[in-house]
């Protein structure tokens, strides 16, 4: 098992900036990689970024490139994700969540959320 506990939401204008954290703890050797993800009220979960446990690969959705940026803290089993220029379509709950290892890994651990607001 994998326990994922977010922080570091909040209020922001647009054009702000805000970093969440994700601190995980328990089996993290058995991750394959580790990703946030974001519900905004009225829409579906969408995936937002994801780093791979064991080599600094990230990803990013296109509605966040350029603005965001995922990393990694392995000494203190902690990912960020760095938000910058902020949006009001920004606003969502965020979710970090990490995956199982294998040849198939997908995501099954998941945090609590932390919410994200960005007023225009």
């Known amino acids: 098992q994998v326990q994922l506990v977010e922080s570091g939401g909040g209020l922001v204008q647009a054009g702000g900036s805000l970093r969440l954290s994700c601190a995980a703890s328990g089996r993290t050797f058995s991750t394959y990689a580790m990703g946030w993800f974001r519900r905004a009220p009225g829409k579906d979960r969408e995936f937002v970024a994801e780093?791979?446990?064991?080599?600094?690969?990230?990803a990013y959705a296109d509605s966040v490139k350029d603005r965001f940026t995922i990393s990694r803290d392995i000494a203190r089993n902690t990912v960020y994700l760095q938000m910058n220029n902020l949006k009001p379509e920004d606003t969502a709950v965020y979710y970090c969540a990490a995956t199982t290892s294998g040849p198939n890994p997908k995501y099954v651990y998941w945090g609590q959320g932390t919410q994200v607001t960005v007023s225009s």
């Open positions: 780093i791979r446990a064991s080599e600094d690969v990230t």
